[in-house]
């Protein structure tokens, strides 16, 4: 897995400070995840199931001066709009902006898609695949 033109480098203790600040707790492995890549395009970046067919355009940086970051979408998607639930953070972004989660309070940190596109509103898919192993189902286009 390679991510592309990711934002400024993390520290643990950058990450420490935004999870103190904000009031989250991040899985270990989105910890490793921000600490590997501060966001970016990765490649490859084709998810597919069988409940959906889509691409990882962006994974969110944790924190940046230009980018909108995964603080600001949990800020707006759990705070603001109350769409989510406290425990499912945004991690990155598909083609037409909607969004992929993982369940920080699950031990096995489940990963999920929220689709805005949903004739009955917005729906939350579960995608059955931990983020550890995420990033492992991508493919090349």
Not at 34 to 58: A, C, I, K, M, W
Not at 64 to 86: G, P
Not at 89 to 101: E, I, K, S, T
């Amino acid at each position: 897995m390679e991510f592309i033109n990711g934002d400024k480098k993390l520290s643990i203790d950058d990450i420490t400070v935004i999870q103190e600040t904000k009031g989250l707790l991040l899985s270990k492995n989105l910890i490793e995840l921000y600490l590997r890549s501060n966001g970016g395009e990765p490649f490859p970046y084709v998810f597919q199931n069988d409940d959906l067919d889509t691409v990882v355009s962006l994974v969110l940086p944790l924190k940046s001066d230009e980018a909108h970051t995964s603080v600001e979408a949990y800020s707006n998607l759990v705070l603001r709009k109350r769409i989510i639930e406290k425990n499912m953070f945004p991690f990155a972004v598909d083609g037409g902006g909607d969004y992929f989660l993982v369940d920080t309070k699950d031990p096995n940190e489940l990963t999920y898609f929220l689709n805005s596109d949903s004739s009955e509103g917005i729906s939350l898919i579960p995608l059955n695949v931990r983020l550890s192993d995420f990033w492992d189902t991508l493919k090349p286009e």
